[in-house]
């Protein structure tokens, strides 16, 4: 089993900053099958990039993905107040896919 | 549009059984594997279960294998998840999830939630 651990737990910014969050793999993963989700209170996650660096229909270009092999990243260029949640990451490559624990982003 | 609606959820006690079901529309169903994934409260995200399009592969996370059984039925546009034996552990928000096209991502339900307790 993959095992993804995402850093740092909480990151606390003001809106306008910059966010850089982490996800690291236990194992290389396949670019292709590496999403980045987010989620709000009492809402389903929603996919923001796959395929590591590809942004998802309707999501806005301050969201970017990079990385490859084991070391993944998800950068917010300039934070919205919208922003202000707590993202996962994913492999959906072959099961058992697994998630990031989760990385909240709060306000500063 | 693609829409997916679970249902089933609710309150259950230790030891009992529950069938989630996900109804989905907007895209032809029997082409796309889908997933079982919950979240307990204030926790993260854990995969519970996969089945591939025509059903004839099914998947299952270590923590409900053997208690759990994931199906669906493509006449009826409808993704189950048969939860026996269920304990305190399995009290969380079950969604459903769909594959999308050319492995970009899934696309999530809004979730039922099941509560286990006496």
């Known amino acids: 089993e993959i095992v993804l651990t995402q850093s740092p737990g909480t990151l606390s910014l003001s809106p306008g900053e910059r966010a850089t969050l982490s996800c690291r793999a236990s194992?290389?993963?396949?670019?292709?099958?590496l999403a980045w989700y987010q989620q709000k209170p009492g809402q389903a996650p929603r996919l923001l990039i796959y395929?590591?660096?590809s942004r998802a229909t309707g999501i806005p270009d301050r969201f970017s993905g990079s990385g490859s092999g084991t070391d993944f990243t998800l950068t917010i260029s300039r934070l919205e107040p919208e922003d202000f949640a707590v993202y996962y990451c994913?492999?959906?490559?072959?099961?058992?896919?697994?998630f990031g624990p989760g990385t909240k982003v709060d306000i500063k | 549009e693609v829409q997916l609606l679970e249902s089933g959820g609710g309150l259950v006690q230790p030891g009992g059984s529950l069938r989630l079901s996900c109804a989905a529309s907007?895209?032809?169903?029997?082409?796309?594997?889908m997933s079982w994934v919950r979240q307990a409260p204030g926790k993260g995200l854990e995969w519970v279960s996969a089945?591939?399009?025509?059903?004839?592969?099914?998947y299952y996370a270590d923590s409900v294998k053997g208690r759990f059984t994931i199906s669906r039925d493509n006449s009826k546009n409808t993704l189950y998840l048969q939860m026996n034996s269920l304990g305190a552990e399995d009290t969380a928000i079950y969604y459903c999830?769909?594959?999308?096209?050319?492995?970009?991502?899934?696309?999530w339900g809004q979730g039922t939630l099941v509560t286990v307790s006496s």
């Open positions: 999830a769909k594959a999308n096209p050319n492995s970009s991502g899934w696309y």
């Open positions: 907007g895209f032809t169903f029997s082409s796309y594997a």
């Open positions: 994913q492999q959906y490559g072959s099961p058992p896919f697994t």
């Open positions: 395929g590591a660096s």
């Open positions: 089945i591939s399009g025509s059903g004839g592969n099914t």
């Open positions: 194992q290389s993963v396949s670019s292709t099958y």
